[in-house]
């Protein structure tokens, strides 16, 4: 007999811990998290936008204006890093799926080439990407993201074009830059991408 009342009495000790419809706390106001893109099988949340968007943010708070123009602009930069960031989870899925990858030796050696380019130490490009309002680690990530793209760019770009001498250096980077959209364009179409921004 007492197995028959240990149950029901579980039961209710644990029916007494969930909320009903009346004594629920009502939720939170306003939305925490969402999805703003699917990528394939990567989802990417607001709250990702908003991680990335610090230093645009900065950039935006110097150009005085107007509340609503403000938000205007805000809205607009949103929407081009949430383009730019489906691209990088695109060429990220494709690494991934060839096993191309990055190394924290390459950041470390690409982050070396970008302080020895500006005449920097590296903890004096890590201070300058800090004022710039990016943490150590965003800043290696988005390095990260760009010798990924370049290590991409040599494996499936330059091998559609061929360089003509005649060109001069803008001319072939623009060049390249047309080619890699065409690339990301068929990635594009051969994954699933709906974006809710």
């Known amino acids: 007999m007492r197995a028959c009342l240990r149950v029901p009495l579980v039961a209710a000790t644990l029916l007494a811990f ?3 419809r009346a004594s629920a706390d009502p939720p939170p106001a306003g939305v925490v998290d969402r999805i703003v893109a699917v990528v394939g099988k990567n989802i990417l949340l607001l709250s990702d936008v908003h991680a990335r968007e610090a230093p645009f943010l900065l950039k935006l708070e110097q150009e005085k ?29 494709f690494a991934a799926a060839g096993h191309v990858g990055v190394t924290p030796d390459e950041v470390d050696h690409a ?6 380019q500006n005449s920097l130490r590296v903890d004096q490009l ?4 800090l ?13 990260a993201r760009q010798v990924l793209e370049g290590k991409l760019v040599q494996l499936e770009v330059l091998p559609r ?3 003509d001498p ?14 890699r959209g ?9 994954t699933h991408i709906d974006v809710r921004l």
């Open 166 to 179: 005649k060109l001069t250096e803008a001319d072939w980077m623009g060049l390249l830059e047309r080619e």
């Open 131 to 143: 004022k710039q309002g990016l943490s150590r680690r965003d800043y290696r990530a988005e390095i």
């Open 65 to 93: 204006g107007p509340p609503a123009e403000q938000a205007t602009r805000r809205a607009e930069m949103e929407k081009e890093l949430l383009a730019r960031m489906v691209d990088e989870t695109l060429e990220a899925a």
């Open 111 to 116: 982050e070396a080439a970008v302080a020895q």
């Open 126 to 129: 890590e201070d300058e990407a």
């Open 182 to 190: 065409h690339w990301l364009e068929e990635l594009r179409h051969a």
């Open 161 to 163: 074009i061929q360089r």
């Open 18 to 20: 969930l909320p009903t």
